[in-house]
DNA sequence: AACTTAGGCAACCGCTTTAAA
DNA sequence: CTTTAAAGCGGTTGCCTAAGT
């Protein structure tokens, strides 16, 4: 729908800045459908990755990085059209509760969705929401509730996640035993070796105290009975598996109510 | 019917992180 | 160990469309 500028061609630069010769123009703006075709079928036939060289290779006068983003946004076959259905907006409010403007891992647990997708959803819908709803569409805490709001930074729209750790530096890698996280999925954000969950994990690095502070019971039940969360100092004391089983236990408690919800409302609210 | 405004979304930009040389 | 290239991420931009006047 949208569409972007006409095309500005700035002057002879690649995707880094580097200057180019001799090299076309690179196109910029909308995708045309040729193009569409042209990259779906060179990566079906090549394979993901090397983008920098893929639009040479492909005959395409896109930068990389468009490529990549054009794919990974629109061509890629898994990705799930259509509205954002009420159950994944659910899930996308509760894990930004947690992990904040991390779209790429929001966007992860949730199938088909892409982190552009769902960051476009979040500030065109969901902020707004929170917003009528009374909420700091950043902390989920209520907006009249200054006191606690000093923390979270208001001067930019992004903000960090409820339970990013106060001033100090960022606690150091938990060093994962094994690095059991690599290569999870969709985002590969997470895969490469060293990173790990580290972000995760500095999301994680709250108290469950966090979330009673605003009502989520299901976090902060889970973070009690699973001992999460490790009060002292504030250090996350959680390991990959922890956080993986902790985002799947937000899905499932979500999909149990649903079914719960879906029960009662077939047999009439009655068991 | 014409014009204006706001919302939605695809695409781009710049920065950070990671891997390779 | 240092430098460079590549990839990925979040934030922002700007066009299109629909709704409102």
């Not at 959803?121 to 606690?148: C, E, F, V």
């Not at 001033?167 to 985002?187: L, R, W």
């Not at 039940?221 to 999460?228: M, Q, T």
């Not at 959680?238 to 149990?256: A, P």
């Amino acid at each position: 729908m949208a569409r972007r500028k006409p095309p500005a061609q700035h002057g002879a630069r690649s995707e880094d800045g580097q200057a180019q010769a001799t090299a076309p123009p690179l196109k910029r703006g909308p995708w045309t459908a040729e193009e569409d075709e042209v990259l779906a079928r060179f990566v079906a036939r090549e394979g993901e990755g090397r983008w920098r060289t893929l639009p040479r290779r492909a005959g395409l006068l896109r930068c990389g990085k468009s490529c990549r983003l054009r794919w990974m946004n629109y061509l890629r076959p898994d990705i799930k059209r259509g509205p954002i259905a009420e159950d994944e907006e659910d899930l996308i409010l509760r894990l930004h509760r947690v992990l904040g403007n991390r779209w790429s891992l929001i966007a992860g647990r949730l199938p088909g969705r892409t982190d552009n997708e769902i960051k476009n959803y979040w500030n065109s819908h969901l902020s707004k929401k929170l917003i009528a709803q009374g909420l700091d569409p950043r902390t989920h805490m209520p907006l009249a509730a200054a006191p606690g709001r000093a923390a979270a930074p208001t001067d930019k729209t992004t903000w960090a996640p409820t339970v990013r750790p106060p001033q100090p530096p960022p606690p150091p890698p938990p060093v994962p035993p094994t690095s059991s996280a690599a290569g999870t999925g969709c985002d590969g954000r997470d895969s490469p070796a060293g990173g790990g969950n580290d972000d995760l994990a500095a999301a994680m690095s709250v108290d469950a105290h966090d979330f009673e502070g605003f009502g989520d019971q299901l976090l902060a039940d889970y973070a009690a009975s699973r001992g999460v969360f490790n009060d002292v100092m504030g250090s996350p004391m959680v390991d990959d598996d922890t956080f993986s089983s902790f985002l799947d236990s937000l899905m499932n408690e979500r999909q149990l109510a649903a079914d719960h919800k879906g029960v009662m409302n077939d047999q009439g609210g009655a068991i």
